[in-house]
């Protein structure tokens, strides 16, 4: 089974920007990966911020944003606020099967 | 409004089995694909499995295959997935999440804390 990775925790001021990334064991991420990211904050439920790579949904705050950058999905959190403090989740598709990276904490302050 | 509901907590002994029903509203049910993820505690999200809401083909996690069945029943618009021969290690919150196809994820059920305990 294909390993996906994150970076494990990162820490952003108010207001900075941060990129994540999401890298799969078997070659780059394309568009194909349908690389999906998820926010979760302790005690809740996931909550989808980003589908297909690039697409939010309209809860999706403006400031999150995916993409592909060399070979990898990313999502970046421009001017970073305090409720943004949470784990964030990508996945990646692989023919008939779907496989989570291991998730990246993201503290703010 | 869309939501998925989910059975509640289960307390189950090692070897046994549990069914867990994710009960859709505000959906074009047959419309979706509904995936089972589940959550050890402290631990990420694992990917379990997915069955297509119209057809009911299902595929599963090859670490999973032979242990879990995901059903569905239309006229009551509610998804289940079933896992047997539970053990400690299977102890988790385990979600239903909807997808439309293509890669598109959308909502979640609040979860399901499943503790295998003898």
């Known amino acids: 089974q294909a390993v996906v990775t994150q970076e494990p925790s990162v820490t952003v001021s108010p207001g900075g920007t941060v990129t994540l990334t999401c890298a799969s064991s078997?070659?780059?991420?394309?568009?194909?990966?349908?690389s999906n990211w998820f926010q979760q904050k302790p005690g809740q439920a996931p909550r989808t911020l980003i589908y297909?790579?690039?697409n939010r949904h309209s809860w999706t705050p403006a400031r999150f944003s995916g993409s592909l950058l060399g070979g990898k999905a990313t999502l970046t959190l421009s001017d970073v606020q305090p409720e943004d403090e949470a784990e964030y989740f990508c996945?990646?598709?692989?023919?008939?099967?779907?496989?989570f990276g291991g998730g990246a904490k993201v503290t703010v302050l | 409004q869309v939501q998925l509901v989910q059975s509640g907590t289960e307390v189950k002994q090692p070897g046994a089995s549990v069914k867990v029903s994710c009960k859709a509203s505000?959906?074009?049910?047959?419309?979706?694909?509904m995936h089972w993820v589940r959550q050890a505690p402290g631990q990420g999200l694992q990917w379990m499995g997915c069955?297509?809401?119209?057809?009911?083909?299902?595929f599963y996690a090859q670490s999973l295959q032979g242990r879990v069945t995901m059903t569905r029943d239309t006229s009551i618009t509610t998804g289940y997935m079933d896992l047997s021969s539970l053990m400690s290690d299977d102890t988790a919150v385990y979600y239903c999440?909807?997808?439309?196809?293509?890669?598109?994820?959308?909502?979640w059920g609040r979860g399901t804390l499943i503790t295998v305990s003898s």
């Open positions: 999440a909807m997808e439309v196809g293509g890669g598109q994820w959308l909502d």
């Open positions: 069955i297509n809401l119209n057809s009911g083909d299902t």
């Open positions: 297909q790579t690039t």
């Open positions: 996945l990646l598709h692989y023919g008939n099967a779907w496989v």
């Open positions: 505000g959906y074009t049910f047959t419309a979706y694909h």
């Open positions: 078997t070659g780059a991420v394309t568009s194909t990966s349908y």
